[in-house]
Every structure is written in C-alpha cells, then in structure tokens.
Nanobody
Framework: QVQLVESGGGLVQAGGSLRLSCAAS????????MGWFRQAPGKERQFVAA????????LYADSVKGRFTISRDNARNTASLQMNSLKPEDTAVYYC????????????????WGQGTQVTVSS
C-alpha cells in the first residue's frame, strides 16, 4: 500500500506556472505507475497525465499536451507535475494517484489516491 500527499497548489494568473508535487510513503513506490487527475467544480474527475514506473513512458490528456510535464524521482518517492501556460480552465483540485499495474500505462484503474491540492488560475 502507498499513501500519497500532494502539495504546490495555489493561485496563479493566466499564463503563469505552478509545480505540483506528490510525496509517497512506502518502499515500493518505484513499482507503481503514477498519474495526475483533476476535478473542477460540478464536473467529473478527469485524467491529466501519467508516467510509468521507470519514467520511460508518459501519457497526457490532449488538453494539457505541450503545457504540462509529468516526472518522477524514485529515489525520493516523489512525482511532480510542472504546469506552464496555465489557463482559467485548468482551475481544479489536482490529485495524484498510484497504479499497481505497472505493465499498462493508462488513464483509469488507479488504486491509491491523495487528498488533492487546489489550483486556481485567474484570468
């Protein structure tokens, strides 16, 4: 089992940048694929980005391609989401998640979730 804690959210103007971090507990972090999701008020949670266990592959939602970059540091048990060129429509609670099925990088089926961090982008 792994516990996840997000940080780095905040208020930023459109066009600005934020870097979200996800700290994971447990010794098996490197065996999980990691993902970032977001949920805006009144909307369903949506996939944002994912990275496989050894950082060899990444996957992005079309809406964030070219603006967001997912990364991980297995030595520090952390995953990150660098968000550039932020837009008001990026406003949401952002969650990191861990998938214990490392052979399939995917948008669904994640097993463990953090509590989320709020990102607000003003116009």
């Amino acid at each position: 089992q792994v516990q996840l804690v997000e940080s780095g959210g905040g208020l930023v103007q459109a066009g600005g940048s934020l870097r979200l971090s996800c700290a994971a507990s447990g010794r098996t972090f490197s065996s999980y694929n990691m993902g970032w999701f977001r949920q805006a008020p009144g909307k369903e949670r949506q996939f944002v980005a994912a990275i496989n266990w050894n950082a060899g592959r990444t996957l992005y939602a079309d809406s964030v391609k070219g603006r967001f970059t997912i990364s991980r540091d297995n030595a520090r048990n952390t995953a990150s989401l660098q968000m550039n060129s932020l837009k008001p429509e990026d406003t949401a609670v952002y969650y990191c998640a861990a998938d214990q099925t490392p052979w399939s990088l995917r948008e669904t089926g994640y097993d463990y979730w953090g509590q989320g961090t709020q990102v607000t982008v003003s116009s």
